[in-house]
């Protein structure tokens, strides 16, 4: 009898390590999976921070940009310059990373002349500024041995591609000083905005086909159709309410160029990136990157509003 117990609480006690050792087992592989943050709960959390952080970045983003667009052109040119030299800045970090050497006290210097420029003396002024750019950079070619022609070009390029770019948006601030003004520069900006949502969104739920795989591979032909609808509503309501004088066919064709053209805008900066093997621009913007990430569409996009808005009569 006695030894039949024995064996018994022998085997209970075989089967009782086992179970300890499957426990420490799992233990140890959660605990694994826990240090790289694989865990379903660590997942969940991980996302929520980065949508929390990513939001909040974004609205104060955009409360401060509707405020300075709202308080007047020179607030707006404020703005713009700071964002230009910011831009400007992360253009020539990528330039680097990719082997160039840009003179960048030259290009920042421009980066913030050309919202001046176009603050004081409108599209005049801001045609005086390239001129100066072009022979700024042929001096520094011709009176510096080291520089070659490929660090000239990113030199004069830069400011050219941010600050020139961006300070279409102070040219259409100034349209008129008052409310028309603001309407319509928010109006463009508003119109690229939901442009990137909209193709976010319906990227997301429905994205089948890549746009373009090598350079952006989360694009797809959907988003990009679904963010040109985007920024077609907008330019409608922007018709409707406040461009008055223009036909609401003429207006929803402006709105699909500026879409089509802010696209073209995000796509030459991803290109930037890849050709550099940078992630981001930068990380002035929490769950965004850097500003120049988060304003590729813009600069682009906002170029071809104020040329549209030339075009139609309203500037």
Known sequence: MSQVRKSEGGA??????????LLEGHRASREEARAAGGLRGQKARSSAERLLTRTTSGAIYAVVTLACVFFGPLTTALLVAAESWLCCSEFFRICRMGGRMPNES???????????????????????????LLAACACWYVFAPRANVADVAVTAFGPLYTSLAFSSVI???CIDPGMTGALVTLGVMLSIWANDAFAYFVGSAIGSHKL?????????VEGFVGGLVGSVLVWVLLGIFVLTSLPLPVVALFGLVVGVVGVVGDLFESRLK?????????????????LLDRSDSMLFGSTAALFLLVLGGVL
């Open 12 to 21: 209970e006690g075989g089967w009782l390590k086992r179970q300890i050792a």
């Open 106 to 132: 030259l290009g920042l210097v421009f980066a913030l002349l050309f919202p001046a420029a176009a603050y004081l003396s409108g599209i005049v002024a801001c045609a005086l500024a390239v001129l100066l």
């Open 171 to 173: 040219l259409t601030r």
């Open 212 to 220: 373009a795989p090598r350079i952006s591979p989360n694009k797809s």
């Open 274 to 290: 890849r050709g550099a093997g940078v992630k981001d621009s930068g990380n002035v913007i929490p769950g965004h990157g850097g």
